[in-house]
């Protein structure tokens, strides 16, 4: 079963960066859509940032002109660059995309496990 691995999440300065990753598990599949997810402590999730098969991205107002995402089809994986990091970006980031089978095309929706971000001075 295909799964999503993130990583690159850990403690940071308040104005520093982290780039988080998500990599999906087959090389089977491709990142097809993608998103990365907050979860603030006692929060709901909510999506931060998106990009479509196409390209096209969006952000949440919180993290516009400070986060960007990207993927990388080469290596079949999809980031999240962290800049400017403020305290209220701590949480847990989840990763999720829809995953096209290479040869089937058939997709399939996968979250990641989730990677903890905690920006304190």
């Known amino acids: 079963q295909v799964q999503l691995v993130e990583s690159g999440g850990g403690f940071m300065q308040p104005g520093g960066s982290l780039r988080l990753s998500c990599a999906a598990s087959?090389?089977?599949?491709?990142?097809?859509?993608a998103g990365w997810y907050h979860q603030a402590p006692g929060k709901q999730r909510e999506l931060v940032a998106s990009l479509t098969s196409g390209g096209s991205t969006n952000y949440a107002d919180s993290v516009k002109g400070r986060f960007t995402i990207s993927r990388d089809n080469a290596k079949n994986t999809v980031s999240l660059q962290m800049n400017n990091l403020k305290p209220e970006d701590t949480g847990v980031y989840y990763c999720?995309?829809?995953?096209?089978?290479?040869?089937?095309?058939?997709?399939?929706?996968?979250w990641g496990q989730g990677t903890q971000v905690t920006v304190s001075s």
């Open positions: 999720n995309a829809d995953l096209e089978g290479r040869l089937s095309k058939r997709t399939t929706n996968v």
């Open positions: 087959l090389r089977a599949f491709s990142i097809n859509v």
